[in-house]
């Protein structure tokens, strides 16, 4: 009995269904927020951003953060870390990390709010915060 057949059609469901991005959404989670996982790399951008931000003293685990519009006016920020911490030590020292970073070195109005996003390294969300007065 071959069984290649079977396995690359195994394959390919498991594929499409990582890739649709699939996600729930409750009042917890609006869908304004995005997905609670990624499997898509992130943009050249956002890469040379993190690497900026490394060069600037900031955490080496962090790969990429892409800045992009969200709701209300208030930036989403989403960062990629190699680090799979999920605990809130580790993601307050994250936070003000960049976020000092971006209104520092870039420039970036933060005044308003913000929402941030950070995926670990298996895609999965790690944190979700809506900092917005």
């Given at each position: 009995m071959n069984r290649i057949p079977h396995r690359v059609a195994l394959t390919c469901v498991v594929?499409?269904?990582l890739a649709s991005g699939c996600t729930t959404h409750s009042s917890a989670n609006p869908p304004e927020w995005g997905p609670t996982a990624t499997t898509t790399v992130a943009p050249d951008r956002a890469i040379q951003l993190a690497t900026r931000?490394?060069?600037g003293g900031g955490l080496e685990e962090v790969h990429a953060i892409q800045r992009k519009p969200g709701s209300g006016?208030?930036?989403l920020l989403v960062v990629w870390t190699s680090n799979p911490d999920t605990g809130d030590q580790h993601?307050?020292?994250l936070k003000?990390?960049?976020v000092g970073f971006l209104r520092v070195q870039e420039e970036i109005p933060l005044d308003e709010g913000y929402w941030m996003d950070v995926f670990g390294p298996e895609g999965e969300l790690l944190h979700r915060l809506d900092a917005r007065p």
């Open positions: 594929a499409a269904a931000y490394r060069q006016g208030s930036p993601f307050e020292k003000a990390s960049i």
